[in-house]
């Protein structure tokens, strides 16, 4: 199976930082990569599909990017309803496969 | 629009099995795969296995050789998971999700998801 190594595993972040999440995949899957967002309580939110691109609705503070083995996630301007967990998803083989998440926490 | 509504919470012994429904509404329902994915409490997501709701052909993971089951009925629109020798490990919330494709075909995982289900198996 194909290992998706996240990091950070969490963070604290001000409102307005930049932050950036990456998953390592350890064998290459392309651009197969999605990343959601989940916040407690709640099933996952699709963000972003194909390494890097937004899914419908999804604002621009969000993008990806990435290929082969080295993805990340980054959040322009962190806002109060980004605090959440955010996960990579590969999807070039099964089984799928999910990163360990990260959660991103308020400093 | 896509709605995606599961069946409700279970309580179940070890040992006992498990059959959590989601029932799709507001798309052709055989056009799309569907995965399930699991969330143990506290954990992350975890990928079980995806079903195709045309022909009923499923692939999971290996690690639940055995005793995962995934069936679709298309009369009601409604794909099932089923879940066997239940351990107490096996508690989680358990989430349908389907999958899109964008203008250019690109497969687009978990666009759509249920409210998840809870199982807890304890004694």
């Known amino acids: 199976d194909i290992q998706m190594s996240q990091s950070p595993s969490s963070m604290s972040a001000s409102v307005g930082d930049r932050v950036t999440i990456t998953c390592r995949a350890s064998q290459g899957i392309r651009n197969y990569v999605a990343w959601f967002q989940q916040k407690p309580g709640k099933a996952p939110k699709s963000l972003i599909y194909?390494?890097?691109i937004l899914h419908s609705g999804v604002p621009s503070k969000f993008s990806g990017s990435g290929s082969g083995t080295d993805f990340t996630l980054t959040i322009s301007s962190l806002q109060p309803e980004d605090f959440a967990t955010y996960y990579c998803?590969?999807?070039?083989?099964?089984?799928?496969?999910f990163g360990g998440g990260t959660k991103v926490e308020i400093k | 629009q896509v709605q995606l509504v599961q069946s409700g919470a279970e309580v179940k012994k070890p040992g006992a099995s498990v059959k959590v429904s989601c029932k799709a509404s507001g798309y052709t329902f055989t056009t799309y795969y569907m995965h399930w994915v699991r969330q143990a409490p506290g954990q992350g997501l975890e990928w079980m296995g995806i079903?195709?709701?045309?022909?009923?052909?499923?692939t999971f993971a290996q690690r639940f050789q055995g005793r995962l089951t995934m069936t679709r009925d298309t009369s009601t629109s409604t794909v099932y998971m089923e879940l066997t020798s239940l351990r107490s490990e096996d508690t989680a919330v358990y989430y349908c999700?389907?999958?899109?494709?964008?203008?250019?075909?690109?497969?687009?995982?978990?666009?759509?998801w249920g409210q998840g289900s809870l199982v807890t198996v304890s004694s």
């Open positions: 194909a390494a890097s």
């Open positions: 079903i195709n709701p045309t022909g009923g052909s499923t």
């Open positions: 998803l590969q999807y070039n083989v099964y089984p799928h496969t």
């Open positions: 999700a389907r999958v899109e494709f964008d203008g250019s075909g690109f497969p687009v995982p978990g666009a759509y």
